[in-house]
């Protein structure tokens, strides 16, 4: 920028835009200086180096503004990025539970989950094991999500690809309605004798 340019000419662009042509280093400063602006290294590796004449602060101002609302458009648009939770046909009840509970968090952010099942070995001769795992995590979520890739197989992997819902908070939504009224009446309907009996 200004000073810190050091070569013998560059290629002028003025602050519409417009091309100026090749011109001395010493031109260009002098052009710049009289509009009250900076001269800036644009393209430093083209033959000879594209100079613009602006206001760099201003320049500077536009694109961290820009930047700034780039990132927050990313933050608030959700990521629909692909990640993949693992287990093995072998799998307990608890661990199964922690990896349906992890898939249900990938999915509340926006991401699609890709769930792999792993055979080792002779598991491979028995792909119902890797199915029914794979259908296990598919009721449990089947309000959050819906399957993008029904299950199969890739290599010793079985794998189903699960993408967010659009329609999961309107039937979580629904589901609470539901639930609610009819809870209600069952404390009114239990005896005060029976709560008591029920504490001791």
């Known amino acids: 920028m200004n000073e810190r340019i050091r070569v013998p000419e560059v290629r002028m662009v003025d602050e519409d835009g417009e091309q ?8 260009a400063m002098k052009l710049a200086d009289e509009k009250g602006l900076d001269l800036v290294e644009v393209a430093p590796q083209a033959i000879p180096p594209v100079c613009r004449v602006m206001d760099y602060g201003k320049f500077k101002y536009e694109a961290t503004r820009k930047e700034r609302e780039a990132r927050k458009a990313r933050k608030t648009k959700p990521t629909q990025d692909l990640r993949e939770v693992r287990m093995k046909t072998r799998i307990g009840k608890h661990d199964l539970d922690s990896k349906t509970r992890l898939v249900k968090r990938l999915l509340d952010r926006g991401a699609k989950v890709k769930v792999s099942v792993m055979f080792r070995g002779r598991e491979i001769d028995h792909p119902e094991l890797g199915m029914g795992l794979l259908r296990n995590v598919a009721d449990v979520l089947v309000d959050d999500a819906l399957l993008e890739r029904p299950p199969t197989f890739e290599g010793r992997f079985l794998a189903m690809t699960l ?3 659009p329609q999961r908070e309107k039937l979580a939504e629904a589901n609470k309605a539901a639930a609610k009224p009819a809870a209600e009446p069952a404390k009114e309907k239990k005896p005060e004798k029976e709560l008591k009996v029920a504490e001791a």
């Not at 100026?20 to 031109?27: E, K, N, R, T, Y």
């Open 20 to 27: 100026l042509g090749v011109m001395s280093i010493q031109d």
């Open 163 to 165: 993408a967010p819902n």
